[in-house]
């Protein structure tokens, strides 16, 4: 049992996810973080309250097929790996409880990275910190944002990812365009 306290701040978590994240057992709750972040965006971004999720509906409107997709998939994993809540006992500010993945049988499952990571992945989304918690656009690293638009992990993926676009690409051959020109000139007075 994990002793239930803070969440791991969102730089601790992206730094173990980053050092998980070829474990092959661990890939079923990367996937969740990836489903539970376009949820929590699509909620923010459409201006819905948070707790309105309920029979695939959001704020009264119908869920896209890929968010439906994402929330099964959530509720399916959150349903393997069931959180139980051990009370323990009372203290001057408050009860202290300990938490522990159990499987859909109720008991207390071995997987020592998939219990840990499931609970930390938990206790971040609870405590509401786990949309800073993604991956890099460009190289799939995994990174802690302090903004809702923070999609790269450094200045060079960003500017990859724009050089690969079509825009980047225009932009940049243009530039080589007036700095193969502006060489050719001072070639040519030399």
Known sequence: MIPAG??????????LFQT????PCTLPLQMLVRDMNALDKAARSAGYPRDVFVAGALGGRRLSGAHLDSLTRIRKTFREFSISLF????TRVGWTA????????????EDEITRILGLLIWKAAT??????V?????CAKWIAVRRMDHKFCSTLCREKDFRSSDSGRRKRAEYMRRYRATQKRMKSQF
């Open 6 to 15: 803070p969440a791991l701040s969102p730089n601790q978590l992206a730094s």
């Open 20 to 23: 998980v994240r070829r474990v």
């Open 87 to 90: 009370p323990l006992q009372p």
């Open 98 to 109: 300990s938490y522990a993945l159990t499987d859909s049988k109720g008991r207390v499952r």
């Open 127 to 132: 405590s509401g910190v786990l949309w800073r």
């Open 134 to 138: 993604r991956e890099c656009q460009t």
